[in-house]
Nanobody, 121 residues
Framework: QVELVESGGGLQRAGGSLSVTCTAS????????MGWYRQSPDKQREFVAT???????KYADSVKGRFTISRDNLKNTVNLQMNSLEPEDTGVYYC???????????????WGQGTRVRVDS
């Protein structure tokens, strides 16, 4: 089992920056890609960014050029640096980890409890 704990986030004005960090513990050798999804009250949970153990990063089109994901495999942490924030970035940000050898999905992935990000215009 893997536990994911998020930290960071908070309130920021549009154009500002925030970061969120996730720390994994437990059987971390069983996970590969780690990353972030987000959910706002009127939307389904949506993909934001992921990064593999090897450092291959993927981003949603809506955050490309503004968000940067990074990972420290020794510390089992993943960080999302969010710049040029927009009100549309508001939501609960969930850390996720994909299990090695298992099809990634909302059901199969490990998930954190989420941390709130609010961007005011």
């Amino acid at each position: 089992q893997v536990e994911l704990v998020e930290s960071g986030g908070g309130l920021q004005r549009a154009g500002g920056s925030l970061s969120v960090t996730c720390t994994a513990s437990g059987r971390t050798v069983s996970i590969d890609a780690m990353g972030w999804y987000r959910q706002s009250p009127d939307k389904q949970r949506e993909f934001v960014a992921t990064v593999t153990r090897g450092g291959l990063a993927k981003y949603a089109d809506s955050v490309k050029g503004r968000f940067t994901i990074s990972r420290d495999n020794l510390k089992n942490t993943v960080n999302l640096q969010m710049n040029s924030l927009e009100p549309e970035d508001t939501g609960v940000y969930y850390c996720t980890a994909e299990r090695i050898g298992v099809q990634p999905s909302l059901v199969n992935n490990y998930w954190g409890q989420g941390t709130r990000v609010r961007v005011d215009s």
